[in-house]
């Protein structure tokens, strides 16, 4: 036979909620990962918290990298982003004493 995608499997496909997006509690809508979460898989599955003392500057993020340090903290990768706060993805510890972490 052809290669191809079956009727349930092309329903499957179309029924996912994409990346950045989670499938609700009452299974019939997709809603917007929240801030201080992320989702890079384009299936039904949960969004994943970002790691400790890290955030997202907006809900729907996709990837690790969008998890920013919380104000006050610091990341020793050094790594600014715009807004002049370490990328997340590795760990965000306190603010050293005398240093400022915006």
Known sequence: GEAGLSGVEILRVLNTCGIG???????LTCDACPVATYKQQPDNSS??????????????????FEC????????????IT???RTRGGSVCSLCPNNFFCP
């Open 21 to 27: 997006n989670f499938r609700s509690a009452n299974n």
């Open 47 to 64: 969004c994943l918290a970002c790691p400790e003392h890290t955030t997202t500057l907006k809900n729907r993020s996709f990837f690790l």
């Open 68 to 79: 920013d340090c919380l104000p006050g903290y610091t990341s020793p990768d050094k790594t």
């Open 82 to 84: 715009n807004d002049n």
